[in-house]
Each structure stands twice: as structure tokens, then as C-alpha cells.
Nanobody
Framework: QVHLVESGGGLVQPGGSLRLACAHSGPTSDYHIIAWFRQAPGKEREGVACISVRDGKSYVTTAMQGRFTISKDSANNTVYLQTNAPTPEDTAVYYC????????????????WGQGTQVTVSS
């Protein structure tokens, strides 16, 4: 069974730094792509970034390129999402998800989901 656990959320100052972690485990035959999605109040869930835990290839959605980075720590089976310039518009519940499809941010292709972590960007 694939398990995903997010951490690192909370209250963040605008312009501060934010790093979320997704600890992943389970049969490697069941997934090799980890992605971050987010859902703000009253808005649809949107994809942020994804990465292959096999070869490290990654993709950040166009609208967030230059603000968000995704990386992996293979030794600790953890994927990180980081931004150095959060704004109030980044307030959302952030989810990590896993799939055996290729690099993509189509949520319907992701079978496994974490419980989410709340991020609130406010002064």
C-alpha cells in the first residue's frame, strides 16, 4: 500500500520561506511520480509541480515557474516543495499525490493521496 504524509504547513509570513515535505512509501511498482496539488478556499484543486522519484525529472506548472521548486531526497523517500516568496494567494491546503503515469499534473491520473497540509500566508 502506498502511503503519503505531508508536513511543513502552518502560518507563513509573506515573502518568507516555505518548504513542504511529502514522505512516501510503498511498493515502487505502484508509483514513480510524486506531485503537489493545492486547493484554496472556494477554488478548484490545481497542480503545482511533479517529479520522478526514479530519475529526478521534474515539471513545475507554467504559472508557478520561478516561484516554486520541487526536489527529492531519495535516501529519506521524501519529496519537497519550496517557495522563497510566498504570497497570501498561496494560502491553500497542499496535497501530495502519487501515480505510475508519467510526469503530469492531471489529478485524475493520481491514485494515491496524502491527507493534506494547510498553508496560510499572512502577516
Amino acid at each position: 500500500q502506498v502511503h503519503l504524509v505531508e508536513s511543513g504547513g502552518g502560518l507563513v509570513q509573506p515573502g518568507g520561506s516555505l518548504r513542504l515535505a511529502c514522505a512516501h512509501s510503498g511498493p515502487t511498482s505502484d508509483y514513480h511520480i510524486i506531485a503537489w496539488f493545492r486547493q484554496a478556499p472556494g477554488k478548484e484543486r490545481e497542480g503545482v509541480a511533479c517529479i520522478s522519484v526514479r530519475d529526478g525529472k521534474s515539471y513545475v506548472t507554467t504559472a508557478m515557474q520561478g516561484r516554486f521548486t520541487i526536489s527529492k531526497d531519495s535516501a529519506n523517500n521524501t519529496v519537497y516543495l519550496q517557495t522563497n516568496a510566498p504570497t497570501p494567494e498561496d494560502t491553500a491546503v497542499y496535497y501530495c499525490a502519487a501515480t505510475n503515469w508519467g510526469l503530469n499534473l492531471n489529478s485524475v491520473t493520481f491514485r494515491y493521496w496524502g491527507q493534506g497540509t494547510q498553508v496560510t500566508v499572512s502577516s
